[in-house]
């Protein structure tokens, strides 16, 4: 059983989410596992959120328990030999606003973590709720929504119950080698479609050529979910595997 590595709350996740060619992901496939999708279509998301209340290995750090993360992920799936089928996301980038969760990060979990100025802007209504994460990478990039303050329990099925029910992170560390980790969490209520979004998102320079197109693409939707108390287990390195990126690679 894995101990904890970390422990927080994740608080108003902002979800973004494209549907893309799967043969721009199968680069950053971990070996191991294979791309999960959700109705035969495959799906990256740009997500922000907040950290709140944030414990490494039970210890609060201080200056850094409440901070911002917007991440650009894509999700697999790893079939274990005793529990079948787990779930999980793959981290293109993860943007932080503070230096060392970026040097712990990227040395524990070999993510691709990077540090930038960021701010946030929460604003609600009786009727509304507006959120917006911003983060500057040479200017300053967003992501926004307003919604209505209605949250509601997940529906079985939905596009939004595929994006969110993922409950591990997967890794690649090289041709043939992955780690996982676990994230535990219930699941979390969502609020209705936004009922206005905008996205400022300075795809290629940030992510990568193969997602330049991005940013001028429209997203299949666009939903904010409540988040919760969530769980960090301590990662672990898959068994190795000869994937066909390691087979072509010793061609």
């Given at each position: 059983m894995a101990g904890t590595f970390l422990t927080a709350e994740w608080k108003k996740l902002l979800m973004a989410n494209y549907v893309v060619d799967p043969a721009i992901l199968q680069p950053h496939v971990p070996a191991g596992t294979e791309l999960d999708l959700w109705q035969g279509r495959c799906y990256v998301s740009v997500v922000g959120f907040m950290f709140v209340n944030t414990r490494l290995r039970g210890f609060r750090i201080p200056f850094h328990s409440?901070?911002?993360?917007?991440?650009?992920?894509?999700?697999?799936?790893?079939?274990?030999?005793?529990?079948?089928?787990?779930?999980?996301?793959v981290f293109i980038k993860e943007i932080v606003p503070k230096p060392a969760l970026t040097f712990v990060a990227n040395t524990i979990y070999r993510e691709n973590y990077e540090t930038m100025p960021m701010v946030h802007?929460?604003?609600?209504t009786d009727d509304t709720l507006t959120v917006e994460y911003r983060w500057r990478?040479?200017?300053?990039?967003?992501?926004?929504?307003?919604?209505?303050?209605?949250?509601?329990?997940?529906?079985?099925?939905?596009?939004?119950?595929?994006i969110t029910e993922h409950y591990w992170g997967y890794t690649r560390i090289g041709a043939?080698?992955?780690?996982?980790?676990?994230?535990?969490?219930?699941a979390w209520l969502v609020y209705p479609p936004a009922t206005q979004y905008g996205i400022n998102v300075d795809f290629g320079p940030l992510y990568g050529p193969e997602f330049a197109h991005l940013a001028n693409a429209t997203p299949a939707s666009v939903f904010l979910a409540e988040g919760s108390q969530i769980v960090v287990k301590e990662g672990r390195k898959l068994p190795q595997s000869q994937s066909k990126s390691a087979l072509l690679a010793q061609v």
């Open positions: 409440n901070f911002e993360e917007v991440n650009l992920r894509f999700y697999v799936r790893y079939k274990h030999p005793v529990d079948g089928w787990r779930r999980g996301v802007r929460w604003e609600q990478h040479k200017e300053w990039n967003s992501i926004s929504l307003t919604t209505a303050n209605t949250p509601a329990p997940l529906q079985p099925g939905t596009e939004e119950e595929f043939a080698r992955s780690t996982e980790y676990g994230v535990e969490h219930p």
